[in-house]
């Protein structure tokens, strides 16, 4: 049996790779990694006005493809998260809805000031 071995110490690259890749508008590159470790949840900071639209279509087109239904959970919280952060309550019912969330859906309605 194969030994896994311990990568955390690499986690610093993370850290720094991420941002370099948002800030060169290789967005898909940043997905791409962060989704390989496991840590998308570190895209939503890295999300503004510029690149926020890139970041969660490249999230919401690759879900589907997602090799099991956590994985996809995990790719449309993360567009979520990422609309809600900037505000974009309509793109975020759509997430919502999506994942058929009451909770969500109600989180989305209820912070609308529209």
Do not use: W
């Amino acid at each position: 049996m194969k030994e896994e071995k311990d990568t955390s110490f690499l986690d610093f690259l993370i850290d720094v790779v991420a941002p370099h890749c948002m800030k060169n508008y290789e967005e898909p590159e940043a997905v791409d990694l962060l989704a390989e470790v496991e840590q998308l949840d570190k895209l939503i900071p890295l999300c503004n006005e510029n690149n926020f639209r890139r970041v969660c279509l490249y999230l919401t087109s690759n879900a589907p493809y997602a090799a099991d239904q956590e994985d996809m959970t995990r790719f449309y919280m993360t567009a979520f998260n990422c609309f809600m952060k900037l505000e974009k309550y309509p793109d975020a019912l759509l997430i919502a809805q999506k994942l058929q969330n009451q909770e969500l859906i109600n989180q989305t309605m209820n912070s609308c000031q529209d």
